[in-house]
C-alpha cells in the first residue's frame, strides 16, 4: 500500500470513528508511544459498560454478570496498567523506527512484569472463560440470545489476548531489547 493510501485509508477510519463515544480520534492521528491502543480501551469499555447494565437486572443472569464484572474489572486495570501499553509501540517498530530509549526501557519493564504475571494473568483468563460459560448457560436457559452472543464475543476477546496479544507483547520486548555484540 502506498503512503497516499495509506493516509486516504487513516483519513477514512478517523471519519468512521468519530462519533463513537470514548474515541479519540485526535490521539489516532497522532504517532503512540507506550499507551494501550484505542481500539483495546474501547473494547474493554464496551465489555465493562454491558456487564454493568446486566448487573443492575434481576435474576441469575444479573448474579453471574455481578460476579464477572468484578473479576473482569479488575483484569482490565491489571492489563491497561502494564500488560499492553506497549502495544502502542507496534506502529513505530512496524515503521522501522526506534523508541527513545526511557521508552524501550518502561516497554521492556512492563514486559518483563507482564511474564513475571504470566501465571496470574492466566488464570484469570480461565476464570473469565469460566464465568462467560456460566454466563452463556443462564442466558440461554431464560431465552436471551443477545446475552449469550455478548458472553460469547467476551470470552472470544479473552482467547485473543491469550493467542495474540500476549505472544505479540513478548515480540515486542524481544524486538526491543539490546542485541549481544557479535566478535568480529
Known amino acids: ?3 497516499r493510501q495509506t493516509i ?21 492521528a497522532q504517532p503512540s508511544h507506550l499507551m494501550v491502543p484505542q481500539s483495546i480501551r474501547f473494547e474493554h469499555a464496551a ?6 447494565k ?15 464484572l468484578v473479576l473482569i474489572k479488575a483484569h482490565f486495570a491489571k492489563e ?11 506502529d513505530q517498530i512496524a515503521a522501522g523506527e526506534s523508541p527513545t530509549d526511557s521508552v524501550k526501557k518502561a ?15 492466566q488464570e484469570d483468563h480461565i476464570q473469565i472463560t469460566s464465568i462467560m460459560n456460566d454466563l452463556i448457560q443462564a442466558a440461554t436457559r431464560a431465552n436471551e440470545a443477545d446475552l449469550v452472543a455478548f458472553a460469547s464475543n467476551v470470552a472470544a476477546h479473552n482467547l485473543g489476548e491469550i493467542e495474540v496479544l500476549q505472544p505479540a507483547l513478548i515480540l515486542i520486548g524481544d524486538h526491543l531489547r539490546p542485541k549481544p555484540a557479535t566478535g568480529q
Open 8 to 28: 486516504t485509508c487513516v483519513g477514512f477510519l478517523l471519519a468512521m470513528l468519530a462519533p463513537i463515544p470514548g474515541i479519540d480520534t485526535a490521539a489516532l
Open 47 to 52: 465489555i465493562v459498560d454491558r456487564l454493568t
Open 107 to 121: 516497554a521492556i519493564d512492563m514486559i518483563d512484569r507482564t511474564k513475571a504475571s504470566k501465571d496470574s494473568l
Open 54 to 68: 446486566e448487573a443492575a437486572k434481576a435474576g441469575l443472569s444479573a448474579a453471574i454478570a455481578q460476579r464477572a
Open 80 to 90: 491497561e496498567e502494564f500488560v499492553f501499553p506497549p502495544l502502542g509501540l507496534l
Open 1 to 3: 500500500m502506498s503512503q
